[in-house]
């Protein structure tokens, strides 16, 4: 597009300002400048709620002053400035801040008891109380921009506050963007929405709408502006779903067809259990689309234990009797280990391994393909892939590297992968030399507004009752705050099940006690609640410390206990694992290693240690781990936080209830929206500026129907060059992170 979009900033707003926004916000053009949009708006007549203002970060606050004094300080040369102010509106309890300034000169004339004014900085917490230090600010009696306004008019003006740094103010940024507005053909920008959309939702013309976000004269003037720019926003973040998926149905893949009397009909034939309904028609609609000749791509949502294995694996084998191969792609080793031993049980003699030979012509070669095996055997294995010997490849990120080929992949799943992007979908698919069908799995609910926007280019499908005979989990909160005694309850009432006959999983945040925990790649990542701060105020369980003090136990002596972590050796992991699935090992002390997928049915407690340290999806995934076998499982979620504690609100949400979904919704409520999009890693920027997945589902879902209509008449976009010229935009390799991190 040619507008003043693209142009520099220094050609609208000079070289000075120009290097200044370039310095601080990173934005180099018009557009960048006129997108960046305020956070939220001051009203001008009201103080700003200070028990409200978050802590540790940039905040822009309205209050009135209080008190002001200044002395000498003592170590050093120079002055000191306390200045009181206060959110007073008359009403309630006065929420006081302190605010300090340093040869505070300005401040001490300027900030008068009485007085209001604006602050911009960072509010942290000295011992007890809230103080900002250096803050800047701007006194709002007399505000130098607004000459001889209507007093009441003035009252009524909001004052946009800008996501703002340390160096620069909101009102810094602005001035430089009234500036900006001055000096931007404005009427002449083109508009990505559509004309008839535009009418239909009487959004603003795009002019005015810029006018009104940066400069609003009163509430309802930005509320107008910043609807249509949100919506905008979604058609554009849907409509590059629809095309991307749209690109995808085009593409031709290997029809799949099912064989008359193939690998699928013999083992449906020795299968142990009749499928759930909802198994029996996930399975209709994915050998239908395999059989055809455009690649399936589907998203399967199965709560835990709902059995997305046998879907998955009566798909593989489908494609294997269609004469194709199949990859399974796990996120862990130790996951990967345990579906490829799973797998070939639940086989039986329909499998064979490349090492065996075995079972004559028809059984299908299932090999494990991981980054830690042995030289030897990963070279085995990848030369299976290559020459088709292998007609399921079990493997974990490791199959994403260059070095594997397959003979001719015809079928892609991904087992329990949230997080599992486009770019990553797009590697796996260059592994064919036709677009293979593609299946990801994953047990946690994703709320539909979430589907819509990190899967919006996958069809989906719901198992939504779990297997005849799956026994209920009963979870409970222990809290050691109140009952320290209940720490010993805790082993004696692992040593019932352990006599019972049944097998117990100990969880710990951590693995030693000088760690930070399990992340490594391809592990679970740190939780929200590792990022929150309070770090090293207590010890927390790690489980070689744990290991050590179940040795003294009373309670469990002459129980075997076996640790398990991410840092362990891969054939020590695999051991350990082997022996617990046997029941040799009762105890298992483990990470989040086992996080997802591990299935062994004798087990049938679990303890999770530090139970505050792990967020609301990542407890359910672990609860999941217990009452597979029919046998009730029990949870026990361990904390030494206080009873009243915020960290304590999602053990209990958890404790609450067994639907995932619900918990899904409450998790995404206590977290921030970046961390649902994986923003979090991408420097704290969220790249949906005025999206919020979770609100706004209805501007989602329609401007979702708008898209496909759009690309759906014109695939290409040759009618809309302004919204494929905005979609291109968004897509740009920065942005696309954000598909990416899904
Ligand atoms: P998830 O959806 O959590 O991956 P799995 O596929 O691991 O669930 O299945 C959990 C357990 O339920 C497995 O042991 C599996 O063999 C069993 N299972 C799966 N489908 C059925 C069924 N229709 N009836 C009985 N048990 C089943
Ligand atoms: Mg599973």
Known sequence: MDSDLNLG??????????????????????????????????????LTPISEVPLDEE???????????????????????????????????????????????????????????????????????????????????????????DPEKLAAMPIPVYPATAKLTSWSIQKVIATLLDTVELEVLPDPLPAEIAAREKFLPVADAYRLIHAPQTAPDWQRARDRFRYQEALVLQSALARRRAQLAAEEATARRPAADGLLTAFDRQLPFTLTAGQAAVGKTLAAELAQDSPMNRLLQGEVGSGKTIVALRAMLQVVDAGGQAALLAPTEVLAAQ???????????????????????????????????????????????????????????????????FYDLGLIVVDEQHRFGVEQRDVLRSKASKPPHLLVMTATPIPRTVAMTVFGDLETSIL?????????????????????????RLWSRSREEIDAGHQVYIVCPKIGTDDDGDFSPGEAEPSAADLEGENGARELASVTAVVEQLRDEPALAGVPVAPLHGRQDPVLKSETMTSFTANQTKVLVSTTVIEVGVDVHNATLMV???????????????????????????????????????????????????????LSQEDLKLRREG?????????????????????????????????????????????????????DEYLNPEKEAFLERG
């Open 9 to 46: 900033l220094e050609r609208r707003i000079g070289k000075r300002s120009a290097a200044v926004i370039e310095k601080h916000l990173g934005i180099t053009t018009v557009g960048g400048l006129l997108n960046y949009f305020p956070r939220r708006y001051l009203n001008r007549g009201e």
């Open 59 to 149: 905040v822009t606050l309205i209050a009135r002053v209080v008190s002001s004094s200044t002395r000498a300080m003592r170590a050093r040369r120079g002055s000191l400035t306390d200045v009181v102010i206060s959110d007073d509106a008359g009403t309630g309890l006065p929420g006081t801040l302190k605010v300090s300034f340093f040869n505070g000169f300005r401040a001490k004339a300027e900030l008068q008891p009485g007085r209001r004014a604006m602050f911009s900085g960072k509010v942290t917490r000295y011992g007890g109380s809230l103080g900002l230090t250096n803050p800047d600010f701007l006194l709002l009696d007399e505000d130098p921009d607004t000459p001889g306004m």
């Open 339 to 405: 579906h490829f031993e799973s797998i070939r049980r639940t086989l039986g003699p329909l499998s064979r391994d490349g090492l065996l030979g075995g079972f004559g012509p028809d059984a299908v070669q299932v090999t494990l393909l991981t980054g830690s095996m042995p030289t030897a055997a990963r070279k085995q294995a990848m030369l299976d892939a290559a020459s088709g010997t292998a007609g399921i490849v079990i493997g974990t990120h490791a199959l994403l590297s260059d070095n594997v080929s």
């Open 464 to 488: 939504d009752e779990l297997p005849a005979g799956r026994a209920p989990i009963t979870t409970h909160v222990v809290g050691l705050a109140e009952h320290p005694a209940w720490l010993g």
């Open 608 to 662: 999770i240690l530090d139970a505050d340290r792990f967020g609301i999806s990542q407890l359910h995934q672990l609860r999941g781990r217990v009452g597979r076998g029919g046998l009730p499982g029990t949870c026990l979620l361990v904390t030494t936080l206080e009873q009243g504690h915020p960290s304590r609100r999602r053990l209990e949400a958890v404790a609450a209830t067994t639907d995932g979904f619900e």
């Open 675 to 727: 961390d649902i999009l994986g923003a979090s890693q991408s420097g704290g920027r969220s790249t949906l500026k005025l999206l919020r997945v979770l609100e706004h589902e209805d501007v989602i879902a329609r401007a979702r129907q708008d898209a496909w209509q759009i690309v759906g008449a014109d695939p290409s976009l040759g009618a809309h060059p302004v919204l494929a010229g905005a979609i």
